[in-house]
């Protein structure tokens, strides 16, 4: 905001509750009314004080939806930030939508084109990763929630858990991080030696939009069923499948039982490993695929000529990049991806819709902040040029 306003902009911002206000700068609105009275407030807002451009972060949110909506309908510039989709040194801004409200093009052809003429990206620049940062500014959020019931009484969360339950999750997950770590490395030299065929699972967030609103599945445990029940029906019987837990998940759901649960039910528990922990690019030079249903790590084993498949419909999920014969092929007839492709894809999604950067680290954020008013303030967007 006070990027903008250097530049001669005039912003306003909307605090939702009280980590909004406290992370707030400048001319500000504080909206306190029923969730069903946002469309009017978005509606008089956008008409009094002129508004041309939304910028927010995440287009799914309940808070953010009407806004977007409203704003498509009246030709108002939507600008959406949210997690890059190429990690850790890239964010993702996109006009219209992310994931999969994304512009960018399904069809293969239209990258194998474009992205002759698009200069070939690698990691950017890179900057501090701070995980204690991203910590801090986690639990500066939420300590000023403890007022939200005064000062924003109809305020409710996206989140599943309050902020509470999820802390002490991460607790009881650090433990668990701890008594795992010895056995987690030997299944990973286990991987490393190849001595069986693996596929791995990377679980997602239940919380995560990609898994709520952008694919088929409710929760987790319903994607452990069908990738194991696959598994168990179609997998030769010298495959193996890992499954890895997400690295920033809280902990609240054990979903080591949960899947050592639904192995033995299944009569498969001596081919299914559960990892609470382990490096990623590690695991990925040595499995014979990956599952996923729209994770960024599908983006990473593709990098890695890993053969994918999703279980949704990700901006990677195109012919000639994933596995695109159903799930239960994969196992013995895995589609390798066509390297050429994935990398004109890749230079091509960097080029239209990320911005080198970060969230929780100052050099990060100054880095984001800086990369991020041109495309901001430019009348149309890269990927539109392109379109």
């Not at 406290?22 to 001319?27: D, E, I, N, S």
């Not at 009314?33 to 508004?51: G, W």
């Not at 559960?274 to 960024?296: D, I, Q, R």
Request: glycine share 8%.
């Amino acid at each position: 905001m006070q990027a903008l306003r250097a530049e001669g902009q005039q912003v306003k911002s909307v605090s939702f509750n009280m980590g909004d206000t406290l992370y707030g700068r400048g001319a500000r609105v504080f909206y306190s009314s029923r969730p069903e009275q946002l469309m009017d407030f978005y509606s008089q807002c956008f008409k009094a004080d002129h508004i041309t451009d939304v910028v927010l972060f995440g287009d799914c949110r309940p808070v953010h939806q009407p806004a977007v909506e409203l704003a498509k309908r009246l030709g108002i510039r939507v600008h959406v930030f949210e997690e890059g989709y190429f990690r850790p040194y890239w964010i993702t801004l996109e006009r219209n939508g992310v994931n999969n409200h994304s512009l960018l093009p399904r069809d293969p052809e239209w990258y194998r084109e474009v992205g002759k003429y698009i200069p070939r990206y690698h990691n950017g620049n890179a900057f501090r990763l701070s995980f204690a940062s991203r910590a801090l500014h986690d639990v500066m959020y939420h300590v000023g929630g403890a007022l939200n019931k005064v000062v924003f009484p109809h305020y409710k969360t996206h989140a599943p858990f309050n902020a509470a339950v999820e802390y002490a999750g991460y607790i009881r997950q650090g433990i668990r991080l701890l008594n795992a770590k010895g056995r987690d490395s030997e299944v990973i030299s286990e991987v490393a030696r190849n001595r069986h065929r693996t596929f791995l699972l990377p679980l997602q967030l239940d919380s995560d939009a990609q898994i709520r609103d952008h694919s088929p599945f409710k929760h987790m445990k319903d994607v452990l069923k069908h990738v194991m029940g696959s598994f168990a029906r179609h997998a030769g019987s010298d495959a193996r499948l890992v499954v890895k837990n997400h690295p920033l998940t809280p902990g609240i759901i054990n979903y080591h039982r949960i899947t050592r649960r639904i192995a033995h039910k299944l009569g498969i528990a001596d081919r299914v490993e559960f990892l609470e922990s382990g490096h990623m690019p590690t695991l990925l030079s040595h499995v014979a695929g990956v599952v996923t249903v729209n994770s960024t790590v599908g983006g990473s084993s593709l990098m890695h000529n890993v053969p994918t498949i999703a279980l949704s419909d990700p901006i990677y999920n195109l012919k000639g990049l994933t596995h695109q014969h159903g799930l239960d092929a994969f196992w013995d007839h895995p589609e390798p991806p066509d390297s050429t492709l994935f990398q004109r894809f890749r230079s091509t999604v960097i080029h239209t819709t990320q911005v080198n950067g970060g969230f929780y680290t100052r050099c990060g954020i100054d880095m984001a902040v800086n990369n991020s008013l041109e495309v901001l303030m430019a009348k149309t967007s890269k990927i539109e040029q392109y379109l």
